[in-house]
């Protein structure tokens, strides 16, 4: 499981889009790159997944570089509602432990 | 997907008592996890806990501190013994995808928030 950086805290507007990159240098080849969202007392929810290039789902998009040394997760347009923690993590395949970092505090402002 | 409930959702607590945390799940799942959060911190994996086995607990967690039981594919308990002060957090429970049997992704509880005086 590689050790990942991301950045402490980010603030943002209402309709812009946030980009919350992720640096993961030492990622294993069987490494999968996931991302985490967790709202004020709430339980951490599953955003988003992807190995390589590009994923996109109806939360956010995910881009990973062809060295898979950082990723970025991007959020579209985002809403006050978006204010929430956003914890990046590597996972191996079939492995079964999450080891959460210390996470994004992104905040949105009106 | 899965929908995870825990209870009691939040208590106080004396020092010295134990606390019983309740984890159920709607589907069966094979592995659920439990985690504790200290206020304005990241989660920590306490343990692992199989249905039909021993939970394996992670490096600073140990069983007399935080007894685990599983005694079917849809539940598990997290005791929390003789409590300290420092014990005062969110404990949290997640499962695998029951969809796909991977835990790559898990599904989280709302969380138990404890605070023990």
């Known amino acids: 499981l590689a050790k990942t950086t991301q950045p402490i805290s980010m603030d943002s507007y209402e309709g812009q889009e946030v980009n919350i990159t992720c640096s993961h240098n030492n990622i294993a080849t069987n490494d999968y790159i996931t991302w985490y969202q967790q709202f004020p007392s709430q339980g951490p929810r599953f955003i988003i997944q992807?190995?390589?290039t590009k994923v996109t789902n109806e939360v956010a998009s995910l881009f990973i570089p062809a060295d898979r040394k950082s990723s970025t997760l991007s959020l579209p347009r985002v809403s006050l509602s978006d204010t929430a923690v956003y914890y990046c993590?590597?996972?191996?395949?079939?492995?079964?432990?999450?080891?959460f970092g210390a996470g994004t505090r992104l905040a949105v402002h009106p | 997907s899965a929908v995870i409930s825990q209870k009691p959702s939040r208590d106080i607590c004396q020092r010295g008592t134990s606390l019983t945390i309740q984890c159920q799940v709607d589907?069966?799942?094979?592995?659920m996890f439990w985690y504790r959060q200290q206020p304005g911190q990241s989660l920590t994996l306490i343990a692992t806990?199989?249905?039909?086995?021993?939970?394996?607990?992670e490096s600073g967690f140990v069983i007399d501190k935080f007894p685990i039981s599983r005694p079917n594919l849809t539940f598990s308990t997290l005791t929390v013994s003789n409590m300290s002060p420092e014990d005062s957090s969110i404990y949290l429970c997640s499962v695998e995808d029951p969809s796909s049997g991977s835990s790559e992704t898990q599904y989280f509880g709302p969380g138990t928030r404890l605070l023990v005086l």
């Open positions: 992807g190995y390589k």
């Open positions: 806990a199989n249905q039909g086995s021993e939970a394996t607990y």
């Open positions: 993590l590597t996972v191996s395949g079939g492995y079964n432990k999450l080891i």
């Open positions: 589907s069966q799942v094979t592995m």
